[in-house]
């Protein structure tokens, strides 16, 4: 049994690569359809409405390449709109559950932070999977409104001071607290842990959910006979909201693959 379609992935822009880019790394003969609202970026400053939504825009933008599953490559969208789900006729990923799992395996002090977007840090969505699983836990979670355009613009340099000043008063809570585990609740910002780690002094353990979230993608498409067994190496698309020429520059970089025009097309989903 094999199962060829590919795998769909959304986010707000740039953030879910860092997802797909664990993904391909685990599932190299996966096919991957990605779709980044970057005409309506950022979701994390919306109302919930407004991001239930976009979210479940972009979810029917994916059905329509008959994905096999549906990553929520986004950490606001996982946390406020995850029940945006529930009628998907295909299994659904969010980034919240297997990001808190992780957090709570790695933690010695029990102390956890979190950053996110301001929707994200409002829903109490980390903490409340975090207690599920380890109810002494202390919680300390801070919203981070920068990060997002610095990473949208390419800032995201480790020398860069803009970058690490930025970083540094975000994270003063989560230092102060002594929190010894830090959960990246944005999928854009695992694009600035070369930063977050210099200002850390790497004593602090990094949770990047994509990487949580696509070890558990590998291991449910494995156990349901859902891998694409008859492909070389995966054909990844991708598809954005507004013009394709910076998506196109920072993804090749993040993703460490050109992407010619070819791989890259803006669609408009209010005429689909
Ligand atoms: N990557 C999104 C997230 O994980 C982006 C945030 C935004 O669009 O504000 O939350």
């Known amino acids: 049994m094999a199962d060829s379609r590919a795998i769909g992935v959304f986010d707000s822009g740039l953030g879910g690569l860092t997802v ?5 790394r685990r599932n190299p003969c996966e096919d991957i359809v990605y779709f980044g609202d970057t005409g ?27 994905v096999k599953l549906i990553i929520a490559a986004c950490g606001t969208v ?4 995850a029940d945006t789900a529930v009628s998907l006729p295909v299994p659904f990923f969010e ?4 990001a808190a799992r992780a957090a709570v395996n790695a933690t010695r002090n029990r102390k956890i932070g979190v950053i996110g977007t301001a929707a994200t840090v409002l829903s109490g969505s980390h903490k409340k999977e975090i207690l599920k699983l380890l109810p002494e836990a202390e919680v300390t979670a801070a919203s981070c409104p920068l990060f997002v355009p610095l990473v949208e613009s390419g800032w995201y340099g480790e020398e860069d001071i803009v970058v690490l000043e930025t970083v540094r008063r975000y994270l003063s809570p989560i230092i102060s607290a002594g929190c010894d585990t830090l959960i990246l609740g944005c999928t854009h910002y695992p694009v600035l842990e070369g930063a977050i780690r210099r200002i850390t002094e790497g004593k602090i353990t990094l949770i990047n959910p994509g990487v949580a979230v696509s070890e558990a993608v590998s291991v449910f498409i494995k156990s349901n006979a859902l891998e694409n ?44």
């Open 78 to 81: 996982s946390s406020v709109a």
């Open 20 to 24: 797909v880019r664990e993904l391909i």
């Open 229 to 272: 067994i008859n492909n070389g190496m995966g054909i990844h698309n991708f598809y954005v909201s507004d013009k394709p020429d910076s998506f196109k520059a920072q993804a090749s970089v993040l993703l460490g693959e050109e992407l010619d025009d070819s791989r890259v097309e803006q669609v408009d989903l209010s005429t689909l």
């Open 95 to 98: 980034m919240v559950t297997h």
């Open 40 to 66: 309506r970026v950022p979701y994390g400053t919306r109302s919930r409405e407004t991001i239930k939504k976009y979210a479940a825009e972009d979810e029917r933008f994916l059905l329509r390449h008959n």
